[in-house]
């Protein structure tokens, strides 16, 4: 299969497309981000693009694809609701139409968090904006859409863009909660494993993330 990957110089997008590199059902990436990336492979293919709402300007360099696996975001601390609603949600949004609108028969996986607030109605903000996200992706004509919904996540040793405290506490939680702990590995074969299965339900929390990577 053919995939796009949004967020690859961030630590999901990074561990999702090492998993995609080795991965043998993945026969070509397209990484999209704003700035370059240091990895150089047979399989990979980079678009750089400053303005995700513009994504139009690239229309014959984003048409074939089979997947899309959206990685890229941002943290809330610190932001006000309608800062981080314009990166989180316009600029997906804006995202998934256009490359929908040039792969008709495409599987997309948002990455979300665990505890994303479906109703949109919630006091945690950054929840609500997820929430509100999910839901509008989910009435798009896809294939199949998925809400990836993990906590903590542990990278492949050798990736580059890691938050070591992050990486600390996701080991902390891995020796006490191991349930709650998916490594990099986990979320980029079950997105993989989405575009060819069926009965997937749409949003995925991590045990649903864990069984669906085997």
Not at 30 to 54: A, C, G, M, Y
Not at 59 to 86: H, L, N, P, R, W
Request: with cysteine; net charge positive; proline share 3%.
């Amino acid at each position: 299969m053919k995939v796009i990957i949004t967020g690859t110089t961030g630590m999901v997008g990074e561990g999702v497309l090492f998993e995609c590199l080795q991965n043998s059902k993945v026969s070509e990436i397209l990484s999209i981000s704003r700035k370059e990336i240091t990895v150089n492979h047979p399989k990979l293919k980079q678009l750089i693009v400053q303005d995700f709402t513009k994504l139009d300007d690239y229309k014959t360099k984003i048409s074939g694809y089979d997947a899309c696996f959206f990685c890229a975001g941002i943290s809330s601390v610190g932001m006000k609701e309608d800062q981080f609603a314009q990166i989180t949600y316009d600029t997906t949004i804006a995202f998934a139409k256009t490359v929908l609108a040039n792969n008709p028969n495409l599987t997309f996986c948002y990455v979300s968090g665990r505890g994303t607030d479906s109703t949109e109605q919630g006091k945690t903000m950054w929840a609500r904006v997820k929430g509100k996200t999910e839901n509008e992706l989910m009435k798009m004509p896809f294939k199949n859409e998925f809400n990836f919904r993990p906590a903590a996540m542990l990278p492949f040793p050798n990736q580059q863009y890691v938050n070591k405290f992050y990486t600390f506490i996701a080991n902390v939680f891995k020796i006490f909660t191991p349930s709650s702990v998916l490594t990099l590995s986990e979320v980029g074969k079950a997105m993989i494993n989405t575009v060819d299965k069926n009965g997937v339900k749409a949003n995925l929390e991590i045990k649903e993330i864990k069984a669906l990577s085997v």
